[in-house]
């Protein structure tokens, strides 16, 4: 049994890991943070080692890692001097052993598993989080098992299959499934470890620890994050608290989710002031990463995001494909649509006069560009040809 | 100016950047190991200051960085488990910026460029190098220029393309082009960093010194890598000797080149007791990242692999397939074709009784499979449907 709580309810639950959601108000379960002091063990060269204790861990496994984490924090000098920015920096996630920062919380998760003695787990993705916890399940030796939406790409079911993963593609709605999951997960004994899992927030708050760390022990003043169903942003949110409340830093940065337009519940109850989320029944965008038309977690982001200072905001398909080209073209950093939200997202806001960043803001980069190719199409590349004879000539003026 | 050796001539020559190979013989050259003694500055974030005195350049110029290296070292339990392997290890070099070591090599090459001023750089590549190239170019703000193969995939051309190089597929023989590059680089002033550039080669010495602390300041007993070009084998094979030469260890590793059965001019080379290879006229073999028919450092690998200890050997693209499904369902590792042949390497020398390793090995992950996904549909790969309501029972049983 593990011990969480309801930020809603402000109670207490004692679970087991199967669901960790509040049962009396349905919102997601978060561990609670102890009081005792706590301290970075940076001698250690695994991140969970590092980190553990700010996490729910009693050990470390070292034989369950991947090598996650401690991924670059790189300045983006060239956008700064484009676009008059104040310092910028790109936290790196797409460096993780599978491609996404989803392997931060899947590595906790799966030391928890472990330590419960749970060896069957499982995930409801259709993408970076089921080629993470097939990973991370095969390095394991676990049973993992994936369930996949219907109109899931042929890359992204094989890149989760290869590493022996029972794939069921599942006909239905969506939502349903991911709370169906939890229910066969009781019944199978499989582990369900969904995009909110408490332990999944908590992996992500070491990229917060890092990024401290990473600016010379100093918190910046904005971070910018993709947000699909919450979690992320909400382990980056309690990483920063963490910090305050071990007096590393003064104050929280300013947290600014970005969700797409075509699928962006969120960034709309932010801007009616609403404190809940109306989920849509579509969504369309090419950010597929973050196309979340109900985010488990969104009720609480829109809570956390309200108490700290912060904002959730959308960009347009358009000015995510310009953003990624940007990227690419002068920072060489090749991220997926969902990550690229965060230089549109920054882009747009540095037009506005009221809040233009004016100090050091962070872009997390969520995913590799590696991971849909099937975006690029859109981009518009020129490839010359010429034959070896004229190659010379070819190139002149160039 | 920079000053280079030929190991085959013994003679020192000074060149330009524009073309590292032996006036004389035509083979190509390399940096020479300086006498006096070098230290490593462990406690700097960028690798390329952490092993600065082992590497050509005067400064690191951190502007240049992508955050490449520092990629883990990470055991592979299971797989030892089922084989009865000695202690392994895979250094995953997939987890570099643009997913492959070839990041290494660019880093070091592009900081030689800015600090000789020049601006304009290109790569003759079909694939990794090409990505990783434009990537580092971009984030210089260089002019890259990238010649690609007549039938390189959309996949290869669309995330090289994205950093904004100009791409030109080139009709014509492969072997020519690689040559006719330096012509043309030194005509229109681009420094044509290829495959075996000696900056490149000396950047993959870091490889070599992280394998050894990432040991706790030991060499394995073996190293496994794919051998394409030649260059990355040579720059490891100077790490240590650099490592044996600084009097931190003992004796070198035993080196095992890898390559595919359908394109192996070395291993046939090594295996006939010959000094120089013999050009191929066609290759065929799933693991494209290593399909190389006239490898333009395949002399000085066997010069090096004949006065060191060390043997190059080769696999069948079954055997590769097999192995990129291994590392994938025991640890985790999603790499591409060329990356397995390490494993069915090892797998492979195992099965001898005189030559089957007894000691400890680290395989090299060159790159992720994410960038060769068209493999992936010669794995059989299971999907199962259910509806929602069936879901449950789809399970029983797995």
Known sequence: MIELECLFCEEKHRLDLFNSFCPECGEPLLFFTPRRKRKFALDKILTLEKFLEFLPLSRVDPRLSLGEGNTPLVPLRRLRQKYGFPPVFAKNEAMNPTGSFKDRGTAVAVQKASEMGIKRIGTVSTGNMAASTAAYGAKAGFKTFVFLKEDSTPEKILSTGIHGAVLVKVKGDYGKLFKASFEIGKKQNIYFMNSVDPLRIEGYKITGYEIFLQLGCRAPRYIFVPVSSGGHLI???????????????????????????????????????????????????????????????????????????????????????????????????????????????????????????????????TGSGLKSMETLKKQDIAVHKASLERLYSALAGK
Chains 1, 2 share one sequence.
Do not use: W, Y
């Not at 829109?302 to 990624?324: F, H, P, S, Y």
């Not at 002068?330 to 037009?351: H, M, N, R, V, W």
């Open 235 to 365: 382990g980056l949110i309690r990483s920063f608290q963490d910090l305050k409340r071990e007096g590393l830093i003064q104050s929280l940065p300013i947290f600014v989710g970005v969700q797409a337009k075509g699928c962006s519940p969120l960034a709309h109850a932010f801007a009616q002031g609403m404190s809940k989320f109306h989920r849509l029944s579509r969504a369309e965008t090419i950010a597929h990463a973050i196309s979340n038309p109900a985010p488990p977690a969104g009720n609480l982001v829109l809570k956390l995001i309200r108490e700290n200072t912060g904002l959730i905001m959308a960009v347009t398909d358009r000015e995510i494909l310009a953003a990624q080209r940007e990227l690419a073209e002068f920072e060489g950093i090749f991220a997926d649509p969902a990550s690229a939200t965060t230089l549109a997202g920054l882009i747009k806001l540095s037009k506005s006069r009221r809040s233009r960043p004016r100090d050091e803001a962070v872009l997390v980069i």
